[in-house]
């Protein structure tokens, strides 16, 4: 048990990524707060982990919110005692040129992306203090590495994101406070699949997306979920400050400028991106 009676609280908690984070934390032994702005999910969250025997909570609460923040952290001090780890994984994407951004969406980009990072650090960090130590995750993406077309709010709050936990890992570097990021490249998680499934020809759309990947295929919730794993555990005790890529090797490859983001040339016929940026709303 890699994780054993580490209080774990993880943002986002009600799918994708997030509820596989809870799983695979749970199976090692943590006991996690599930949190997440869907009350439902949240609470689904925790009855899976619940059926397996695992120690779980839930929680609801908007991570933009700095009342709901300090409830989350205070519902794991009251249900838990204390925090070992925080996941700040809740994430809202956008689909639109830095022109063509309307400024709301702008702002809530940030407000999902970056500041529900900052207030979870803000408000787990003085409990971590108190007890010694903790480890922070804060989940990134490659869109805060290298330039997506059409990704302004999303790619330069992920990109915010990887510097707040540098600053936040150099901060706390002596009080036993290890802070990292993960940057996933395009992994298959629900909302992934919602995009694909309003295509005409979803299996098609699929297989289109798959192809700009350099393995031909996207990444599962889990993969990214047991590297947050490691980073969590003692066996990641020298590192922090550090963002983990994990892409399948799509920032690895050569970048076509005509092309909508890192990688080989995106099949013409991948209309993934297109209507998404049509659509004008929110994605990965
Ligand atoms: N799926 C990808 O391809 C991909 C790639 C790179 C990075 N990421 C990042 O991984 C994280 C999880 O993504 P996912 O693919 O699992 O998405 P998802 O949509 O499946 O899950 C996100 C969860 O966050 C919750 N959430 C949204 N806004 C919230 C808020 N204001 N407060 C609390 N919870 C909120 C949603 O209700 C949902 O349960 C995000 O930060 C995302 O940017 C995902």
């Known amino acids: 048990m890699r994780l054993q009676d580490r209080v774990t609280i993880i943002t986002g908690a009600g799918s994708g990524i997030g509820r596989a984070m809870a799983s695979i934390f749970a199976q090692e032994g943590a006991r996690v707060l599930a949190v997440d702005v869907d009350e439902g999910a949240a609470a689904e969250t925790r009855r899976l982990l619940a059926e397996r025997g695992q120690e779980a909570a839930s929680y609801t609460a908007d991570v933009r919110l700095t009342d709901d923040v300090r409830g989350m952290i205070t519902t794991a001090m009251e249900h838990f005692g ?57 989940m990134a993406s490659v869109g805060g590495m290298v330039g997506l077309k059409n990704r302004a709010a999303y790619s330069a709050a992920k990109g915010a994101i990887i510097s707040l936990t540098r600053s936040v890992a150099i901060n706390y570097v002596q009080q036993q406070i290890r802070c990292t990021c993960i940057c996933p490249g395009t992994v298959d998680s629900p909302w992934v699949q919602r995009l694909l499934d309003e295509a005409p020809d979803p299996a098609a759309e699929r297989a289109a997306l798959q192809a700009r990947q350099p393995m031909g295929r996207l990444g599962l919730p889990e993969e ?3 590297a947050a794993l490691y980073l969590a555990s003692d066996d990641a005790a020298f590192i ?34 297109q209507r998404l940026h049509q659509a004008g709303g929110t994605s990965m």
């Open 224 to 226: 990214i979920a047991k």
């Open 82 to 138: 204390h925090i070992d780890i925080l996941c700040n994984n809740a994430g809202i994407g956008s689909t639109q040129s830095v022109a063509e951004t309307p400024e709301d969406v702008w702002e809530n980009v940030f407000a999902v992306n970056v500041r529900g990072c900052y207030l979870g650090c803000k408000y787990a960090i003085p409990h971590m203090l108190a007890a010694g130590g903790g480890v922070i995750i804060n």
């Open 240 to 273: 922090t400050g550090t963002s983990l890529v994990i892409d399948g090797g799509l920032t690895a490859a050569w970048t076509d400028p005509g092309g909508d983001g890192p990688g080989p040339a995106q099949p013409a016929s991948c209309g993934y991106e």
